[in-house]
C-alpha cells in the first residue's frame, strides 16, 4: 500500500517524495516491487520515515534546522507541567501533520497550465511545458497555492502510512496482540482504498472475529497466542508462521540429503525426527563453543543518512517559501502599478 501511494518513478524531481529519498541515498536496489529486496526496502522506509518526522518537527517548533532552539511550542520548566505538556504537544503535532484525509492519497492533484489547457502532475513538468511553449508570455505562476497544498498532503498522508507501518513492526517485535488489532482498523481502509480488496477482507473478517463472532476465551487466544519468543529478549518476539518456516529449514535440509530418492515413508520418518536432530545440532555446537550465524538482516548505522536526507529536504523547503515570497511581492508591486 505505501509502494502504491508513495513510489513514483514521476516523482524524481519532487524533493520529499519517496523516489526523490531513494535516490538521494542511492538506494537503487529498491525498485517498484519492494518484495524483490525486503531488507532494502524496509531500510529506505525507516529512513524516510525518520525524516518526515524531524521535518515535521522542525516547522512543528519553528526550528530553522536541529542546533537551534525552538520558537513556538516552548516549555517552559518553572510554569507547565512535563506530562500535560507532552500530551497536548504531541496531540496538536497529530493534528497538524497525521490526522488528514485519507482518500486524497489516491487522487494526486494535477497542476494546470493558465495559457492552455494543459495538465500535469509534477511541478517540472508543468515549468518544462512553460518554458518550451509558452517562453515568450507573461508567467503569473498559478499553481503556487495548489502547489503547496499538493506537497503538504502528500507529506501528511506519506507520514500517516510510514508511522502505522513503524507502529505495526514495533507491536509485532513486542508481541503486543491488543495494538495489532487496532491498527488492522485502519489498515483495512487503506487496503480498501488500495484495491487490495483480499486483504480488506481479512481485516474485517479478523475485527469482527475477536469483537463479535468469537467467544471471550477464544478472542482472547486469538489476539494474544500469535507470536513466540525463543530467546527472552524484549522485543525479539516472532510470528509463529514464520517460526514454523525456521523448524521446516530443518526438515529441507534433510530432504535434499536423499538426492531425489524420496519415498513417502523416507518423509514421514524425517519430519518426526526433524525437531529431535535440530536439538541434537543446538547441544553439539553450544558443547563444542561453535557460535550459529543469525539469520536476522543486520543493519549499519543510518544516522548520517537521515541526516543528509534532513538537510537536503529541509533546504528545499525553505528556498521553495523563498520563492513564493518573491512572487507574491512581484504580483502585488504589478497590481498597484
Known amino acids: 500500500v505505501i509502494w502504491k501511494y508513495l513510489y513514483s518513478t514521476l516523482s524524481s524531481g519532487d524533493i520529499g517524495t519517496l523516489y526523490s529519498a531513494r535516490n538521494f541515498l542511492r538506494a537503487y536496489d529498491v525498485s517498484k516491487e519492494p518484495f524483490k529486496n525486503v531488507n532494502a526496502a524496509n531500510e529506505l522506509l525507516d529512513k524516510y520515515t525518520d525524516m518526515l518526522i524531524v521535518t515535521a518537527a522542525l516547522e512543528f517548533f519553528g526550528m530553522e534546522n536541529l ?38 492519497l489516491a487522487n494526486p492533484v494535477m497542476l494546470s497550465c493558465h495559457h ?17 511553449k509558452h ?13 503547496q497544498d499538493a506537497v503538504f498532503n502528500y507529506s501528511c498522508g506519506a507520514l500517516s502510512l510510514c508511522l ?6 514495533d507491536a509485532r517485535k513486542h508481541g503486543d496482540g491488543e495494538r495489532i488489532i487496532r491498527l488492522y482498523k485502519f489498515l483495512m481502509l487503506y487496503f480498501k482504498l488500495a484495491g487490495k480488496t483480499k486483504y480488506a477482507y481479512y481485516s474485517l473478517h479478523l475485527l469482527a472475529q475477536t469483537h463479535c463472532l468469537l467467544s471471550p476465551r477464544l478472542s482472547h487466544q486469538l489476539i494474544w497466542n500469535r507470536f513466540v519468543n525463543i530467546s ?12 514454523m518456516e525456521f523448524h521446516n529449514r530443518v526438515f529441507k535440509d534433510e530432504c535434499r540429503g536423499f538426492r531425489g530418492k524420496v519415498t513417502v515413508s523416507s518423509v514421514h520418518r524425517v519430519g518426526r525426527a526433524a525437531q529431535s536432530i535440530e536439538e541434537i545440532w543446538k547441544i553439539t555446537d553450544k558443547e563444542g563453543g561453535v557460535k550459529s550465524t543469525s539469520g536476522k538482516h543486520t543493519r549499519k548505522d543510518t544516522k548520517n543518512d537521515v541526516l543528509a ?15 513564493n515570497e518573491l512572487i507574491l511581492l512581484t504580483l502585488i508591486s504589478q497590481r498597484i502599478h
Open 67 to 104: 542546533e537551534c532552539e525552538p520558537v513556538k511550542h516552548k516549555f517552559y520548566f518553572l510554569k507547565m507541567d512535563p506530562k500535560s505538556f507532552i500530551t497536548e504537544t504531541i496531540d496538536e503535532f497529530l493534528d497538524m501533520f497525521v490526522i488528514h484525509n485519507g482518500p486524497e
Open 116 to 132: 492552455c489547457s494543459r495538465s500535469y502532475k509534477t511541478t517540472q513538468g508543468l515549468k518544462n511545458h512553460i518554458r518550451s
Open 135 to 147: 517562453s515568450d508570455q507573461q508567467t503569473e505562476t498559478p499553481t503556487t497555492t495548489q502547489d
Open 164 to 169: 502505522i507501518a513503524r507502529d505495526f513492526s
Open 232 to 243: 527472552g529478549a524484549v522485543n525479539s518476539n516472532i510470528e509463529m508462521d514464520r517460526e
Open 309 to 323: 536526507l534532513i538537510e537536503h529536504v529541509h533546504r528545499e523547503k525553505n528556498s521553495r517559501s523563498s520563492r
